[in-house]
Structures are given as C-alpha cells and as structure tokens.
C-alpha cells in the first residue's frame, strides 16, 4: 500500500468554480501536511502548510486536515485560468525528515 | 522570501560520467534536501542533511553521494551516471524547527545519453 494516494487528475473546471482536491495517508505519524503548486518548468511553491487535524484559509485557498480519517484536502475558490498547474500534497513526522508526496493531480481551469 | 538556487537548469551527461548538481540557498538554513522527480512515480527523497558534514540517506540513496561543506550549499553526486539516472532534480531547505516548510528551487532536469 502506497503511503500517500492522490488521483493524478487530469481535473478540468470552468472558471469560476470551486476546486476540491485531496490525498489520504496511511502513516499515521504523519504531522505536518503542506500543499504545493508547481507549474510547468518549475519548482513546487509552497502554498499552505498546517500542523494535525483543523483548517487553514488564505486567499481563495483552504486546507483541511482530518487526522482520524487519514484525509486531507485543498480546496480553491472562485478559480482562475492561472490556476491551473499540478497540485502536491506532502506530508511528514516530526523532526527534520524528507517530505512524503503524493504523485499531485494536473489540474486545467477552463476560461 | 527564501531563495533556493539550482546552478544548472538543463544539463546533458554520457553515460558513466561524474555529475555534479549544484544547490545554494541564502536563507541560513540547517536543512537540506534532494529529490528527484519521474512521471507517475512523484517526488523521491534522494538524500538531506541537517547540519555541515553531516548526510542521511533518503529513500533511493543508490547510485548517488552527496557533500556539504559549507552551510549554503548541497550538492549531488551521480558517481558513474546512467540512462535510468535520466529525471528531474529538485533541491529543498528549511530551517532548524520541524515546524518549518521545505522551500524548493526550480529543478534540474539531467538526461544522461
């Protein structure tokens, strides 16, 4: 069993709508859970990052974590064409360990 | 803003060469890290360290070396490269707490022929 799963899309949207995307886990060590966005060519950009279970909002952008289900999500609103890129869920334990990530979904925002 | 530099953006190597990949972050940073990237696998952990001197092999450690010297920069080692050594390589760094974010650079993308 993979330690963290992440349908690899592709999603397409309008734009206009809200974007829900998620990874679940199976580590249950896992603490910390980021998502990043990389466009083509480019690096992952740190997009949010949240510490066990709750939410997170900044901008358009929330993340939710739900610990006890192992689930995590991303959800974007009112979504833009430049929102469109691959989206990377990653997660780790305490200390100053590597990332797990998932595979990351493409995501297309239609104009 | 934290700045993680990738010396080389495209490179092209022959088979059993030594490469050497070059990262530099101006962030004062304890932790660094190197992953390489492949369609449908994601992000793997090569190797990172947590202080000058110091490595910890990552999950696909093989085939590859690392140095740090100084504090700002990581570099990786191909030893004797080959075609399956062909990806993306992306560096990270953090600072000390693990409460911290990893920061990337862009990437270098290596083929090896």
């Known amino acids: 069993q993979k330690e963290v799963e992440q349908d690899p899309g592709p999603l397409s949207v309008p734009e206009g709508a809200i974007v829900s995307l998620n990874c679940t886990y199976s580590n249950s060590a896992f603490q910390y859970f980021m998502w990043y966005r990389q466009y083509s060519r480019k690096g992952p950009e740190l997009l949010m990052y949240t510490y066990s279970s709750g939410n997170k909002e900044d901008g358009r952008f929330t993340a939710q974590v739900d610990k006890s289900s192992k689930y995590i999500s991303l959800f974007i609103r009112d979504s833009q064409p430049s929102d469109s890129a691959t989206y990377l869920c990653a997660m780790k334990g305490g200390g100053a360990d590597g990332l797990t990530f998932g595979k990351g979904t493409h995501l297309i925002i239609q104009p | 803003d934290v700045k993680v530099t990738q010396s080389s953006r495209y490179l092209v190597k022959r088979t059993g060469e030594k490469v050497f990949l070059e990262c530099v972050q101006d962030m004062d940073h304890e932790n660094m890290f190197w992953y390489r990237q492949d369609p449908g696998l994601g992000l793997r952990l090569i190797y990172f360290s947590y202080d000058v001197k110091m490595k910890e092999k990552g999950d696909i450690p093989e085939g590859y070396s690392v140095s740090r010297e100084k504090k700002e920069r990581f570099s990786l080692i191909l030893e004797s490269a080959s075609t399956n050594q062909t990806s993306m390589y992306l560096c990270?760094?953090?600072?000390?707490?693990?409460?911290?974010?990893?920061?990337f650079g862009d990437g270098t993308r290596l083929s090896i022929l």
């Open positions: 990270a760094s953090f600072s000390g707490g693990s409460n911290q974010p990893q920061h």
